[in-house]
């Protein structure tokens, strides 16, 4: 009598086990696929930002080349001012154009010193953009990971699309990073034409005595230094 109730109860609790075991089967075969776009949708997108966050760090090492090489040439312009008010007596008719044409010079300094701040904001901002993609992909592949049983079409799609907006951004973050490469380039460079402009205006208008041939190893010492610096 008690023989086919536990007979009757064995064959139940096989059959729920067999049954578990379809349904874990069938949503691992299900989801192996998904979770393998996600993850190689990732790599991708690793790869991109890595790329990203090199060519924002190749921006502010060329960045600070051309500081030092402004600094070099200021330095230099500043010696240049002090020889011309050695060789005049330091005459306050030359001292005082002298004067006003530094400050002229150091105006356009602040100047590009925002420039130069207000891009490493914006650089910034950008690596802070491209944490929380990363992120939101990253949280994306764990949830598809740990909750196989979700609605697969409703994640398939939510995933398309953050991947979607992640690489249009990331796209986006690029030019951005070119544009303001280019930029601050070109900033600079006209800031260093314009410090040697008026380094030799000053020293034309102050009629020094120093002979051309010491200009002209002045103005090569500049030039090799700046070659040396890029």
């Known amino acids: 009598m008690t023989i086919l109730p536990v007979r009757r109860i064995q064959a139940t609790d096989l059959k729920e086990k067999t049954i578990t075991a379809v349904r874990l089967t069938t949503v691992k075969v299900v989801t192996d696929p998904i979770v393998r776009v996600l993850t190689a949708r990732v790599a991708n997108a690793h790869s991109v930002l890595t790329a990203v966050i090199a060519r924002i760090a190749r921006a502010l090492t060329l960045m600070l080349k051309v ?50 701040v207000t891009v490493l904001i914006v650089l910034a901002i950008i690596a802070v953009m491209v944490v929380i993609v990363h992120s939101v992909l990253l949280m994306e592949a764990l949830l598809m990971v740990t909750v196989p049983n979700a609605r697969v079409s409703i994640v398939v799609t939510d995933s398309v699309l953050i991947t979607t907006t992640g690489l249009i951004v990331l796209a986006i973050i690029a030019v951005m ?40 190893r002045i103005m090569i010492r500049m030039q090799s230094t700046a070659v040396r610096n890029r």
């Not at 200021?74 to 044409?101: D, E, G, H, Q, S």
């Not at 600079?188 to 008026?198: E, G, I, K, Y």
């Not at 380094?199 to 020094?208: L, V």
């Open 67 to 116: 500081v030092n090489v402004h600094n070099v040439l200021m330095a230099t312009a500043r010696l240049t001012i002090v020889r011309v008010a050695i060789v005049r007596n330091a005459r306050m008719v030359i001292v005082r154009p002298i004067i006003v044409k530094a400050a002229i010079v150091r105006n356009v300094l602040l100047m590009e010193t925002t420039v130069v």
């Open 177 to 216: 990073v070119v544009i303001a490469h280019n930029v601050l380039m070109v900033v600079l460079l006209m800031a260093t034409a314009r410090s040697v402009h008026a380094s030799i205006r000053m020293a034309e208008e102050a009629d020094m005595v120093v002979p051309s041939s010491v200009v002209r």
